[in-house]
């Protein structure tokens, strides 16, 4: 089983910045893909930006340009910085992870931009 735990959420002001942060533990035979998702209340779960074993990445449109997706593959981590928030980035942010046992999730992160 692959366990996630979540760390970095909070309140921010409109403009500032957090960073988000995954680690995954467990048996990871073969990684295919880790990324974040949001969800904010009343909406579906939607992207905002994963990364795959190739390094290549994918960011939701509301996000691009404002958020920047890494891993670090000996830590077996995944980190989101995110820059110039906005109170649309309001949500509970869950970590995921692909890999060839299956999808995991994280138990989620709530971030709030308010000033």
């Known amino acids: 089983q692959v366990q996630l735990v979540e760390s970095g959420g909070g309140l921010v002001q409109p403009g500032g910045s957090l960073r988000l942060s995954c680690a995954a533990s467990g048996t990871i035979f073969s990684f295919y893909s880790m990324g974040w998702y949001r969800q904010a209340p009343g909406k579906q779960r939607e992207l905002v930006a994963d990364?795959?074993?190739?390094?290549?990445?994918n960011y939701g449109v509301s996000v691009k340009g404002r958020f920047t997706i890494s891993r670090d593959n000996a830590k077996n981590t995944v980190t989101l910085q995110m820059n110039s928030l906005e109170p649309e980035d309001t949500a509970v942010y869950y970590c995921k992870i692909w890999t060839s046992g299956g999808v995991y999730w994280g138990q989620g992160t709530q971030v709030t931009v308010s000033s």
């Open positions: 990364i795959t074993s190739r390094d290549d990445t």
